[in-house]
DNA sequence: GGCGTGACGTCAG
DNA sequence: ACTGACGCCACGC
């Protein structure tokens, strides 16, 4: 049963489809909390089998310090379609998961 | 129940 | 646009 934060927020980004980013803030959101992005962090921090590498932050850009999954996470977005500048900015008006509007 | 950890968000300068 | 400072929440010990 998903009556955790953390259990919510890990089924939210399990759904996260490919080709598609969302953001920390909107990720807490659609699990109940939009001011638990720090959950957010904390989940991805202790799971295994998420697709992590499409979650970045509201700017739009991918968190991760060069050298600790930066790179990876930029391969694996373009691998899956997504524009990943080499300074790690994805278009968010042209990625950014919209899980409400049926697209 | 308090403290530290964690890939954040928003505002002001 | 970028940086710094403060606030936010949940989990393990």
Redesign the pocket.
Known sequence: MAD????R?HDVIASIPTGRVA????I?AMA????????????????ER?P??R?????G?????PG??FEL?RALLLDEGVSVTP?GRVDLTRFLWNATGGN
């Open positions: 955790t934060l953390s259990d927020i953001t920390y803030g909107q807490a109940g909390n939009p001011r638990a992005a720090r959950a957010v962090v904390w989940v991805l921090r202790h799971s998420l992590w590498h979650v970045i932050n509201s700017r850009t991918i968190s991760l310090p600790d999954g996470q300074d």
